[in-house]
T-cell receptor, first 111, second 114 residues
Framework: GESVGLHLPTLSVQEGDNSIINCAYSNSASDYFIWYKQESGKGPQFIID?????DKRQGQRVTVLLNKTVKHLSLQIAATQPGDSAVYFCAERRAGNQFYFGTGTSLTVIP | NAGVTQTPKFQVLKTGQSMTLQCAQDMNHNSMYWYRQDPGMGLRLIYYSASEGTTDKGEVPNGYNVSRLNKREFSLRLESAAPSQTSVYFC?????????????FGNGTRLTVT
């Protein structure tokens, strides 16, 4: 399943399928990007980050892709599990220490 | 290793009351941040401190003050609470002062102003 962030803030996928969560960022000077997972009642939890000199970075079951040309970031989750159900946020560093967050995408995994 | 600890977890205030939200981190991080999270608006930066002894305004600083008490602690003060400040407040820290390391968040303070 795939979301387009602000235009489709919810995403439902079958357990075991791959998920793609998208994020459009606004500032072409942003040079550092982070994906967070937030479960109900908790603070955002770091998943993976990527710097602007990279196009792709992989972690455990997650991959982040960065397309600077169109200012687009995506998070791919392989073999989605029920524990992956949460809200996912992207964050961009625009200047200095100021990080700006998207409004988030809610991922629901259907068993 | 507790990470980022916020107190209190919940608070109800009347309009005009004041309070201080406390935040402490035990990771020896240099930078600390205060965000608020409102439904449908993501997280918005209120204030941040790139290093001990410095503080700077973020996107939505009006109605708030901060104090970087020492390297571990960064407090947020509401001098005269307003209903518009009803929100969930998150404190975060990051290792570097240059903004090139991820933020680590606490579990938030849920504030209601009536």
């Amino acid at each position: 399943g795939e979301s387009v962030g602000l235009h489709l803030p919810t995403l439902s996928v079958q357990e075991g399928d791959n998920s793609i969560i998208n994020c459009a960022y606004s500032n072409s000077a942003s040079d550092y990007f982070i994906w967070y997972k937030q479960e109900s009642g908790k603070g955002p939890q770091f998943i993976i980050d990527i710097r602007s000199n990279m196009d792709k970075r992989q972690g455990q079951r997650v991959t982040v892709l960065l397309n600077k040309t169109v200012k687009h970031l995506s998070l791919q989750i392989a073999a989605t599990q029920p524990g992956d159900s949460a809200v996912y946020f992207c964050a961009e560093r625009r200047a200095g220490n100021q990080f700006y967050f998207g409004t988030g995408t809610s991922l629901t995994v259907i068993p | 290793n507790a990470g980022v600890t916020q107190t209190p977890k919940f608070q109800v205030l009347k309009t005009g009351q004041s309070m201080t939200l406390q935040c402490a981190q035990d990771m020896n991080h240099n930078s600390m941040y205060w965000y608020r999270q409102d439904p449908g608006m993501g997280l918005r930066l209120i204030y941040y401190s790139a290093s001990e002894g410095t503080t700077d305004k973020g996107e939505v600083p009006n109605g708030y003050n901060v104090s970087r008490l020492n390297k571990r602690e960064f407090s947020l003060r509401l001098e005269s609470a307003a209903p518009s400040q009803t929100s969930v407040y998150f404190c975060a820290s990051s290792e570097t002062s240059q903004g090139n390391s991820p933020l680590h968040f606490g579990n938030g303070t849920r504030l209601t102003v009536t």
